[in-house]
């Protein structure tokens, strides 16, 4: 099968960490265990920038913030960068999206021919970070821990209306799609927005997890004086001086995030059953993947932004025809999903070369090559100066203009509890990856393009609320005149065509 279709499912803020072979023996995920038992799982994949618009851009593109200039929850994806929907709608396949993508500006559709769902987030300027005011909190939307002192049982929230729309969506452009009256092979990626904060679960889910033992965070009574200064920053800009966080308000809040991710598997079972009884299974790649993670309390921290493993770690899986299930341990990164599924899908990757910062992960998946270090970047909340992070081998280095330098050697440290920078026995460690580190990064012209950008971004949004406000929030459309059964149609054709299978 030289054209196999596409089914991407990504989910919101899934701590990569307990995805170290497919989900954690304790999580309650039978379907993403079953999707495990037959793909690739790439064991260590970060993402590119650990806050949603930022790592989604790059997810699409292959390309880092500093390429898309997507710094931040609120600044413009410009139309003019390629995505995979482009390159793989260029190559004939019908491109859709049900769900969350984060988009900024107003091109809500980046080469998706069609969205079936608004986004959950807003698509303007309105929340542009401030370098020039260091530790201002903007409050009406910066996080903060009252997602943990609120975490508890509900049967209907906002993110859970939400995902519920994303999944019946995507199950009917699903049986649309096996209806095959369009003949070009498909892309249809499906975001849903859990486990993301607020930690709020349905009973059924939240039941699953009373008296887990993972609800106490292995790394979580660090003092305020221990953590670094990127840390403290985060820790400021989400109000923590305003909550007296409980152990126990800790456990619920981990119980609420494990239940969400038992809610989002259900969705996931959704579709996965409906493409195996569309027959569809069999000429689908199945990818699976989140934006970013969560801190989950480790070290006081909660949420993304940071580049601790737990906020920029990732789980990765992929199902495609030809590869064996396999494990690999290997870091990777969320830029190398354009190029894999181009290369899947039969492009010339060459072609490619000049648009992506990611590299291909057929020849790891097939068990041969390997991937250059892995790079990432980060600023936005939270932060004062643009920090940058490579994942190179067993180590892990952050920069930042503003903050000593953070060193981890993840093969004997792997909750990163000993910063190794100033250890005189990785001195060689630390100056050969510092090096590599500013041949890639001019760190000074990186923090002026993103003071340049919030401060473009500060004149044009209250300008544009002033008087008349034409939001770029997208707007699903759905024709009426084309749905079920009109006059313009034929009865029999109508029904014999929405049929699948046809003649049984």
Same mark, same amino acid.
């Given at each position: 099968?030289?054209?196999?279709?596409?089914?991407?499912?990504?989910?919101?803020?899934?701590?990569?960490?307990?995805?170290?072979?497919?989900?954690?023996?304790?999580?309650?995920?039978?379907?993403?265990?079953?999707?495990?038992?037959?793909?690739?799982?790439?064991?260590?994949?970060?993402? !590119?920038?650990p806050l949603c618009a930022p790592a989604r851009a790059?997810?699409?593109?292959?390309?880092?913030?500093?390429?898309?200039?997507?710094?931040?929850?609120?600044?413009?994806?410009?139309?003019?960068?390629?995505?995979?929907?482009?390159?793989?709608?260029?190559?004939?396949?019908?491109?859709?999206?049900?769900?969350?993508?984060?988009?900024?500006?107003?091109?809500?559709?980046?080469?998706?021919?069609?969205? &079936?769902?608004?986004?959950?987030?807003?698509?303007?300027?309105?929340?542009?970070?401030?370098?020039?005011?260091?530790?201002? $909190?903007?409050?009406?939307?910066?996080?903060?821990?009252?997602?943990?002192?609120?975490?508890?049982? !509900?049967?209907?929230?906002?993110?859970?209306?939400?995902?519920?729309?994303?999944?019946?969506?995507?199950?009917? @452009?699903?049986?649309?799609?096996?209806?095959?009256?369009?003949?070009?092979?498909?892309?249809?990626?499906?975001?849903?927005?859990?486990?993301?904060?607020?930690?709020?679960?349905? $009973? @059924?889910?939240?039941?699953?997890?009373?008296?887990?033992?993972? &609800?106490?965070?292995?790394?979580?009574?660090?003092?305020?004086?221990?953590?670094?200064?990127?840390?403290?920053?985060?820790?400021?800009?989400?109000?923590?001086?305003?909550?007296?966080?409980?152990?126990?308000?800790v456990r619920r809040a981990r119980q609420g995030y494990?239940?969400?991710?038992?809610?989002?598997?259900?969705?996931?079972?959704?579709?996965?059953?409906?493409?195996?009884?569309?027959?569809?299974?069999?000429?689908?790649?199945?990818?699976?993947?989140?934006?970013?993670?969560?801190?989950?309390?480790? @070290?006081?921290?909660?949420?993304?932004?940071?580049?601790?493993?737990?906020?920029?770690?990732?789980?990765?899986?992929?199902?495609?025809?030809?590869?064996?299930?396999?494990l690999v341990e290997q870091p990777v990164s969320t830029?190398?999903?354009?190029?894999?599924?181009?290369?899947?899908?039969?492009?010339?990757?060459?072609?490619?070369?000049?648009?992506?910062?990611?590299?291909?992960?057929?020849?790891?998946?097939?068990?041969?090559?390997?991937?250059?270090?892995?790079?990432?970047?980060?600023?936005?909340?939270?932060?004062?100066?643009?920090?940058?992070?490579? $994942?190179?081998?067993?180590?892990?280095?952050?920069?930042?203009?503003?903050?000593?330098?953070?060193?981890?050697?993840?093969?004997?440290?792997?909750?990163?509890?000993?910063?190794?920078?100033?250890?005189?026995?990785?001195?060689?460690?630390?100056?050969?990856?510092?090096?590599?580190?500013?041949?890639?990064?001019?760190?000074?012209?990186?923090?002026?393009?993103?003071?340049?950008?919030? !401060?473009?971004?500060?004149?044009?949004?209250?300008?544009?609320?002033?008087? !008349?406000?034409?939001?770029?929030?997208?707007?699903?459309?759905? @024709?009426?005149?084309?749905?079920?059964? $009109?006059?313009?149609?034929?009865?029999?054709?109508?029904?014999?065509?929405?049929?699948?299978?046809?003649?049984?």
């Amino acid at each position: 099968m030289s054209r196999p279709n596409v089914l991407i499912l990504m989910v919101d803020q899934l701590n990569g960490t307990l995805f170290p072979d497919g989900p954690a023996d304790f999580l309650h995920a039978p379907h993403m265990k079953a999707l495990a038992q037959r793909s690739v799982r790439f064991a260590n994949t970060y993402t !590119a920038s650990p806050l949603c618009a930022p790592a989604r851009a790059s997810f699409m593109s292959g390309q880092l913030p500093s390429r898309t200039r997507v710094y931040d929850n609120a600044a413009e994806f410009a139309s003019d960068i390629p995505t995979y929907a482009h390159h793989l709608r260029a190559a004939g396949y019908h491109t859709a999206l049900s769900g969350k993508m984060h988009f900024v500006g107003p091109d809500q559709l980046h080469g998706f021919e069609e969205r &079936l769902t608004t986004d959950i987030y807003p698509a303007d300027f309105g929340w542009t970070p401030d370098y020039t005011k260091p530790g201002e $909190r903007i409050d009406w939307w910066y996080h903060n821990l009252g997602s943990v002192t609120g975490a508890g049982v !509900a049967e209907i929230t906002n993110q859970m209306e939400y995902d519920d729309e994303v999944a019946y969506h995507a199950c009917r @452009k699903l049986y649309d799609l096996s209806r095959r009256q369009d003949d070009r092979p498909w892309c249809l990626t499906v975001s849903f927005t859990h486990p993301h904060d607020p930690y709020v679960a349905r $009973r @059924k889910y939240w039941d699953l997890y009373e008296d887990c033992a993972e &609800l106490d965070p292995k790394d979580g009574d660090l003092s305020f004086d221990e953590l670094d200064p990127h840390s403290q920053r985060l820790l400021e800009a989400c109000d923590f001086r305003a909550f007296d966080i409980s152990r126990e308000q800790v456990r619920r809040a981990r119980q609420g995030y494990f239940a969400n991710i038992s809610y989002v598997d259900d969705k996931i079972g959704e579709l996965l059953d409906v493409l195996e009884r569309t027959r569809m299974t069999e000429d689908t790649i199945v990818l699976f993947v989140s934006d970013h993670g969560d801190m989950l309390g480790e @070290k006081g921290l909660w949420f993304k932004m940071c580049f601790f493993d737990g906020s920029a770690r990732v789980p990765l899986m992929i199902a495609a025809p030809d590869w064996q299930p396999a494990l690999v341990e290997q870091p990777v990164s969320t830029l190398d999903v354009t190029p894999t599924l181009a290369a899947l899908a039969g492009i010339d990757i060459a072609s490619l070369a000049r648009w992506t910062d990611g590299e291909d992960l057929a020849p790891l998946a097939t068990g041969s090559g390997s991937r250059t270090a892995v790079p990432m970047e980060y600023a936005a909340e939270g932060s004062i100066a643009p920090l940058v992070a490579l $994942r190179d081998g067993r180590f892990k280095l952050t920069l930042c203009e503003a903050d000593p330098p953070l060193l981890f050697d993840l093969e004997s440290d792997p909750h990163e509890r000993r910063n190794l920078a100033e250890s005189s026995d990785h001195y060689e460690t630390l100056a050969r990856m510092t090096a590599t580190m500013l041949e890639r990064w001019n760190l000074q012209r990186f923090d002026e393009a993103v003071r340049e950008s919030q !401060a473009r971004r500060w004149v044009v949004y209250p300008a544009l609320r002033n008087g !008349a406000y034409f939001p770029w929030d997208y707007q699903p459309l759905q @024709k009426a005149s084309e749905r079920y059964m $009109r006059n313009h149609m034929d009865l029999n054709v109508l029904e014999e065509n929405q049929r699948f299978p046809r003649g049984e």
